[in-house]
């Protein structure tokens, strides 16, 4: 399929959420970002002052909250309190890690209260679900992802970017067929390339959590498809 790069670039969140991530880093995503327009920015709950600095003035481009990273433990009391402290430095939506323990527990009621505790929290601001699929059996993908869009967010998510894999077309397919229309797919951890951003976009995936220079690869052809941590 064909794509210009402006359209491109509002599918694409920049990410730079692993813990090791520096000032630097995080001011070079947010002009990355301001120079291709991407869609929203993501950093670290403590490195968020500093990336709303970094995008003042760009109402165009989002300031994305993460809850729960990396691992999804924190109670939803936790992580509503995330949601709320994160809103008022100026994020205006929300990726948050689903209690991963207790889907591979079979504990489905607790993972849709959780869910549910932090969408209240969202008041009506984006929620996108991460389900961290590289954990996850095919059979936990589906179900994890037809109760997210069941719950009513507005994404099921692959993964945080932290474990090995996350976005694979396999996964995307089981997770598009899961939601059967009722939210939007993002992928993220493992796109590394234009051309499975493009197979990924005819799956029906809408929204890429991708690092900066893999964004820089797809957006300019620099450095393309090499790996990093993001």
């Known amino acids: 399929m064909d794509i210009d790069r402006k359209k491109l670039a509002r599918l694409i969140d920049l990410s730079c959420v692993q813990a090791n991530h520096t000032d630097d880093e995080i001011r070079t995503m947010a002009a990355v970002a301001k120079k291709h327009s991407c869609v929203c920015c993501f950093a670290l709950p403590s490195r968020t002052p500093l990336l709303v600095e970094s995008l003042a003035g760009r109402s165009d481009i989002a300031v994305g909250g993460t809850i729960g990273f990396p691992d999804g433990g924190a109670t939803t009391a936790n992580k509503t309190a995330e949601l709320r402290e994160l809103r008022s430095m100026g994020c205006s939506e929300f990726d948050m890690v689903v209690n991963i323990g207790w889907i591979k527990s079979g504990r489905y009621d607790l993972v ?21 699929c590289h954990y996850l059996t095919n059979d936990e993908i589906v179900r994890a992802s037809k ?25 995307v397919r089981l997770m ?3 939601v059967e229309g009722k939210c939007q797919i993002k ?21 890429f959590g991708i690092g900066v220079r893999t964004a820089l690869g797809i957006l300019e052809g620099t450095d393309a498809g090499k790996p990093e941590t993001y």
């Open 147 to 171: 109760l997210a869009a069941g719950c009513g967010v507005a994404f099921v998510k692959t993964g945080t970017g932290w474990a090995p894999t996350g976005a694979t077309l396999e996964n």
């Open 187 to 207: 992928a993220a951890g493992g796109v590394r390339d234009l051309q499975t951003l493009l197979a990924m976009v005819e799956l029906g995936v809408t929204r």
């Open 176 to 178: 598009a067929a899961a």
């Open 112 to 132: 849709e209260r959780d869910i549910r505790g932090v969408l209240d929290a969202a008041a009506g601001a984006p929620l996108k679900t991460i389900l961290e």
